[in-house]
């Protein structure tokens, strides 16, 4: 990749969220997780969000290095939400 095009990216990335709020998973009103949490229900929703914690800690030293943590850290937390919510009930 050129130098400026690698620079390019690197300054959208800068501005845009990729790991909490990354804009290629929003349309509308509704976010990507909330539509897989719904479909999904609670148990499937941990299980998808650790699924990804192991996704995301397998590639990073191979794809995205620290964005593929931050992301992996994200879904873990997703899973401890879950996890504090079954017990508020």
């Not at 998973?25 to 499937?44: F, K, S, V, W």
């Not at 941990?46 to 800690?57: E, L, P």
């Not at 995205?64 to 873990?76: C, F, H, P, S, T």
Request: proline share 3%; with cysteine.
């Amino acid at each position: 990749m050129k130098r400026h095009e690698q620079w390019m990216k690197d300054k959208v990335n800068e501005i845009q969220d990729m790991v909490n709020n990354p804009p290629h998973y929003t349309h509308g009103d509704i976010e990507c997780i909330d539509a897989i949490r719904a479909a999904l229900g609670p148990e499937g929703f941990k299980a998808f969000c650790r699924g990804n914690v192991i996704k995301y800690s397998w590639r990073c030293d191979h794809k995205n290095g620290v964005q593929d943590i931050e992301k992996a850290r994200w879904y873990l937390t997703k899973v401890i939400e879950e996890e504090q919510r079954k017990t508020e009930k």
